[in-house]
């Protein structure tokens, strides 16, 4: 996949990249990246864990990432892709940017600003969502089952078949 041939889901990807280095650290994995001008100028991922801060998601650090980035308060000529749908307080963050785009991947039924409307965002903002969005969920699901039965803290790999549990190993050797 070259950045050419679809830019949205180079910068998704990334991203998802984000995600994954959340779920590395044992965060919730969601990741953003914000775009301006074809240049990334902002990437984090979700860190209210490590920060002790429960507002400390990946938008809200990226929004702040790119406004120092760019000297300026508004994002108008930015587009911010997370990897999950913002919750209510991102979203009305991104509507203090007025940044002008917002693709998201998985959506949140329970704590997505859809559910609420677009009316906190603002009037010029376009939103896409589904973006890689089963990508996105796998590795939340991954997530939350790892929490669930600690044994199973491990990440499968995209790439290939996951590896077997150490458990599985043990069943399939006797
Ligand atoms: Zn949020």
């Not at 998802?16 to 959340?22: F, S, T």
């Not at 044992?26 to 920060?51: F, S, Y």
């Not at 990432?65 to 749908?85: P, Q």
């Amino acid at each position: 996949m070259s950045l050419f041939d679809n830019p949205d889901e180079h910068y998704m990807r990334l991203a998802l990249g984000e995600a994954r280095a959340a779920f590395d650290e044992e965060e919730i994995p969601v990741g953003a990246v914000i775009v301006c001008d074809g240049q990334v100028i902002a990437r984090a991922h979700n860190n209210t864990e490590r920060l002790n801060d429960p507002t400390a998601h990946a938008e809200m650090l990226a929004f702040t990432a790119a406004a120092n980035r760019l000297g300026a308060k508004y994002l108008t000529d930015c587009t911010l892709f997370v990897t999950l749908e913002p919750c209510v307080m991102c979203a009305g963050a991104a509507g203090w940017t007025q940044v002008g785009r917002i693709v998201y991947g998985a959506c949140d039924p329970k704590r997505g600003f859809e559910r609420v409307g677009r009316a906190m965002l603002h009037p010029k903002t376009r939103v896409e969502g589904g973006l890689l969005a089963a990508e996105s969920e796998a590795l939340l699901k991954a997530f939350f089952q790892s929490r669930r039965s600690p044994g199973a803290a491990r990440l499968a790999d995209n790439e290939g078949p996951a590896q077997p549990t150490q458990q599985e190993t043990i069943q399939q050797t006797t």
